[in-house]
């Protein structure tokens, strides 16, 4: 883990300051990346995103407000430990969606399985 929780607390500035700051610096680190890789197509890689890359940039600055915001009102080895475990409930929450999809196709196939097909005769 990178000493971010230790740096927030050290810093001792306001919450949106430290925001501001950790967004503009995110921000400018993958605009580099993003200039170092593709050069002057750096616009048309931000464009070929779409929407899935917009819906993951807002989640990222979520996780960033949390992260900010949990290490300015609670212990660092709090929000540490939490972050922790999340690889453990991305898992459990894969497993559940998995479990849910798999039942709703079942009934699915099942119900097409039991209804009548047009034009095909039963014996």
């Known amino acids: 883990m990178a000493p971010d929780a230790l740096l927030i607390k ?3 500035l306001p919450d949106a300051e430290i925001l501001m700051w950790r967004g503009y610096l995110s921000a400018l680190g993958f605009l580099l990346i993003v200039l170092a890789r593709h050069g002057r197509d750096t616009l048309a890689a931000y464009r070929r995103c779409g929407g899935i890359g ?3 940039a807002l989640l ?3 996780t ?3 992260f ?3 290490n ?3 212990r660092a080895g709090n929000v540490l430990l939490i972050l922790a475990t ?3 409930i991305a898992a459990a929450l894969s497993l559940l969606m998995t479990l849910i999809a798999k039942g709703f196709y079942e009934r699915r196939l099942e119900q097409r ?3 009548p097909r047009r034009g095909v005769k039963t014996p």
């Open 10 to 12: 050290l810093a001792a």
């Open 54 to 56: 917009i819906a993951v």
């Open 60 to 62: 990222f600055s979520l």
């Open 64 to 66: 960033t407000c949390g």
């Open 68 to 70: 900010v915001l949990g």
């Open 72 to 74: 300015q009102y609670t």
């Open 86 to 88: 999340c690889p453990l």
């Open 113 to 115: 399985q039991a209804a």
